[in-house]
């Protein structure tokens, strides 16, 4: 992908380095010691309290150690460790390709008669809290409704190259766009109709229609997809390096790799066939009407 040196999205939060009780709200913090600090202040204990604190925070600050970093920037992990070159271009990379989704979505929705309102990309390193609950790396990136945020660790493209033999920057971009799609599907009112007729099914019908809600945020990647080609941001073989990756994390592939037997009714995300099928269909339109999975 030709991504370097493009806009890269400012709806980005960098808690890599944090500890898993970190989170958003570092306004909220700011707002609790405006309230905090007067108070201290009136008092020769609360006076104490308030210079240990601001000395403590100055140390730390002078032996390099990030307290509490928002937003995009040369993070400094936990223990002063600063991040690895790589991983700051991972984060960079990351930026872009939701940058270039906003732009996409913008469109799409402005041509619906609808506004788009923008996730937030949580970048994190092995836990993180958010809306859904406390999730670790092992789950894969994934997408929170309760507060609409995209949420990676960006561990998982090693993950992705190493594990299931799927190099390639196109790959990783087809995961970001993916998790967006759930987000398209959430702002659409798709996600909330699914939840509500899973409601009392028995557990292979409410997979189903997971299955078709996954395959559907497929058909969206390949959307956006169809739109970074047709801004030239493409290089030969990205394509396939996106159908790799939809291949490599089917549920039949993975249920192989894991050697237990296939069983489609516990499917969820949809096989490695219908995976490719859906992006491709939305990658080779470029309409979001091509991706209607629940039709049938």
């Known amino acids: 992908m030709r991504w370097r040196g493009r806009r890269q999205s400012s709806n980005v ?5 944090q500890p898993l009780s970190a989170g958003s709200g570092g306004g909220g913090a700011a707002v609790l010691l ?51 070159a790589e991983q700051q271009e991972l984060a ?9 989704t906003e732009d996409t979505w913008r469109r799409i929705f402005a041509g619906m008669g609808k506004q788009y309102r923008e ?13 859904c609950g406390t999730a670790s790396s092992a789950v894969g990136p994934f997408y929170c ?40 599907q959430t702002l659409l009112g798709i996600s909330q109709r699914v939840r509500q007729a899973q409601s009392g099914l028995s557990r292979a019908e409410a997979n189903a229609l997971s299955v078709r809600q996954e395959l559907q945020a497929d058909c969206f990647a390949g959307v956006w997809g169809h739109e970074a080609g047709q801004k030239q ?9 996106a159908l790799t990756a939809a291949n490599a994390i089917g549920d039949d592939t993975l249920q192989k790799q894991a050697g237990r037997a296939v069983v489609p009714d516990s499917f969820t995300h949809g096989s490695s066939a219908q995976r490719m099928k859906w992006f491709r269909r939305g990658f080779d339109s470029g309409d979001i009407s091509a991706c209607d999975t629940f039709a049938g």
């Open 13 to 17: 939060e960098d808690r890599r380095g």
């Open 34 to 84: 405006l309230r905090v600090v007067p108070w201290l202040l009136r008092s020769k204990t609360g006076r104490v309290l308030l210079l240990v604190g601001v000395v403590g925070y100055v140390g730390a600050r002078l032996l390099g150690i990030d307290v509490l970093s928002m937003g995009q920037g040369n993070l400094t992990a936990e223990r002063g460790q600063p991040l690895s």
């Open 92 to 100: 960079e990379f990351s930026a872009v390709i939701l940058a270039e």
């Open 119 to 131: 996730p937030t990309l949580v970048l994190f390193s092995n836990g993180v809290r958010s809306a």
């Open 145 to 184: 409704p309760g507060d609409q945020q995209l949420y990676l660790d960006l561990t998982f493209f090693n993950e992705l190259r190493r594990r299931h033999g799927v190099p390639g920057d196109f790959a990783q971009a087809y995961v970001i766009a993916h998790e967006v799609g759930h987000h398209v």
């Open 233 to 241: 941001l493409l290089e030969e073989g990205d394509l396939e390096e």
